[in-house]
């Protein structure tokens, strides 16, 4: 069982930044994704950045490319997601995703943490 806790949400102005952290606690699989997918209410959920366990290829959604990168820490099991340039468009629930077999679907993730607010004001 692999349980994944999301930290660095918060309320931002419009051009900021912020920092969001992932730690997962269990042994996830080799040859997975693990994600970054954002929600608002009444929307789906949308796959934002991802990272591929073997080779740490990383995959970023053409609405946020340039602006939000995604990285990790192999030691401590903890991927982060980097967020420059902030729009109010970028409100949303975000949400840490594990062992998924395709990096911007949803229901392909096993595990998901239990989300991490983004607030950008206008």
């Known amino acids: 069982q692999v349980q994944l806790v999301e930290s660095g949400g918060g309320s931002v102005q419009i051009g900021g930044s912020l920092t969001l952290s992932c730690a997962a606690s269990?042994?996830?699989?080799?040859?997975?994704?693990m994600g970054w997918f954002r929600q608002v209410p009444g929307k789906e959920r949308e796959g934002v950045a991802a990272?591929?366990?073997?080779?740490?290829?990383?995959y970023v959604a053409a609405s946020v490319k340039g602006r939000f990168t995604i990285s990790r820490d192999n030691a401590n099991n903890t991927i982060f997601l980097l967020m420059n340039s902030l729009k109010p468009d970028d409100t949303a629930m975000y949400y840490c995703?594990?062992?998924?077999?395709?990096?911007?679907?949803?229901?392909?993730?096993?595990?998901w943490g239990q989300g991490t607010q983004v607030t950008v004001a206008s």
């Open positions: 269990g042994a996830t699989s080799s040859s997975s994704f």
């Open positions: 995703a594990a062992d998924g077999s395709a990096p911007f679907i949803a229901l392909s993730y096993n595990y």
């Open positions: 990272i591929y366990s073997d080779n740490g290829n990383t």
